[in-house]
Each structure stands twice: as C-alpha cells, then as structure tokens.
T-cell receptor, first 113, second 113 residues
C-alpha cells in the first residue's frame, strides 16, 4: 500500500507478557517515529529513527520498551513484561526526511489485562 | 520541556456553525501543524504553517501561525457532520531535537446534523 502500515491493528495481552508491534513506513521515507496515545491524551513521542544514525530513544518510558529498524525500513516496537498502564494506541509515522511532514499509520490498540 | 495547551477540550455544535480552536505554547515554535484524527485511524495532516503571521486555508479550514510564535488557531466554517473527529495541534521548535513534534491533547468535535 501507499501509506504507513501497522500490525496488528489490535492486540490484547496478559500482564507480564511481551508484545511486538510492527510498522511498515512509506517506501523511501528515511525518518520513522513511534508515538503513544493514551485515552484523552495527545501523542507522546517515544523514539525516532533517521537513516543510519543512532536513534533518539529519549521518549521511551522505561527499559521494558525497545525498538529496532531493520534495513532502514520496517520497525518493530517491543514491550517486555507488559503492565496495565502500557494500554494505549501506539502510532507509527514516517517522513521523507527530518523536519518533513509526518504521515501516520492507523495505530495498534494495545490492551493489557 | 515544551508544553502545548489546546482548547477547548471538546465542542458540541450544530451543523452549519463555525468552529474555532487554539493552541498556546510555553516556548517558541518554528512550525505549527494541525491534524485531524477519526476513530480507528491515525492523525491526518490538515494544514502546515511555517512562518509567524502566516494565514493558510484548506477549503473550509483556516489556520494562523501567531505573531509571537507561541500560538496558533484553527477555524472551521460552516461545519458538516463529517467534520467530527479529534483535532490536534502540533508544534516543532528549533535546536538539536527539531525533528520532534509536541502535540496538544486534542479538541473533540461533535457536529449535530
């Protein structure tokens, strides 16, 4: 497809389990962002990838959160030992380059029971 | 860190009415963006503003970049039912982390036919 693709669209998991969320950015976009959107809140920056540069991980809320971007394309956000407060919509965005317009995927709605 | 105050939190209006929402920042931004998010979807860019004082329209939408560079507003004229959604402002500052967007908490718009 032409847009940012995220999978799964919904994920229900039990507290303590690990989850992996996937993002396929728009082809050719070098910048990729992950955000978290909690109920009634704005988007909270998590992590930023740009080309081969070291990612900006300053928004990751704890060491249970990690992300990778393989081959400069697909990205995976991993949450280990999930907690109930991790329940949120996780949004991925990509842009042609730094400071360009960000295009968002539809998100993954994570529910931790 | 940078903070954005977006108001109002929610609006319930009749079809045909005009709508106004705004964002104020604790610090100067170089870019203001307005996004709309519909249920189950990611945010979609409506208008981008790059210059203090800039006034830009997109159909029935008009947005302005405040002269102080610390505020922006979005107006929707003659609202229609499909305007329903959450509207987010986002700003980008200067400096080393100028790829990051700071988002407001959103304005939930409901339009009564």
């Amino acid at each position: 497809g032409a847009g940012v693709s995220q999978s799964p669209s919904n994920k229900v998991t039990e507290k303590g389990k690990d989850v992996e969320l996937r993002c396929d950015p728009i082809s050719g976009h070098t910048a990729l962002y992950w955000y978290r959107q909690s109920l009634g809140q704005g988007l909270e920056f998590l992590i930023y990838f740009q080309g081969n540069s070291a990612p900006d991980k300053s928004g990751l809320p704890s060491d249970r959160f990690s992300a990778e971007r393989t081959g400069g394309s697909v990205s995976t956000l991993t949450i280990q030992r999930t907690q109930q407060e991790d329940s949120a919509v996780y949004l991925c965005a990509s842009s042609p380059g730094t400071r360009d317009i960000q295009y968002f995927g539809a998100g993954t709605r994570l529910s931790v029971l | 860190g940078q903070q954005l105050n977006q108001s109002p939190q929610s609006m319930f209006i009749q079809e045909g009415e005009d709508v106004s929402m705004n964002c104020t920042s604790s610090s100067i931004f170089n870019t203001w963006l307005w996004y709309k998010q519909e249920p189950g979807e990611g945010p979609v860019l409506l208008i981008a503003l790059y210059k203090a004082g800039e006034l830009t329209s997109n159909g029935r939408l008009t947005a302005q970049f405040g002269i102080t560079r610390k505020d922006s507003f979005l107006n929707i004229s003659a609202s229609i039912p499909s305007d329903v959604g959450i509207y987010f402002c986002a700003g980008r500052g200067s400096g080393g982390s100028n790829y990051k967007l700071t988002f407001g908490k959103g304005t939930l718009l409901t339009v009564n036919p």
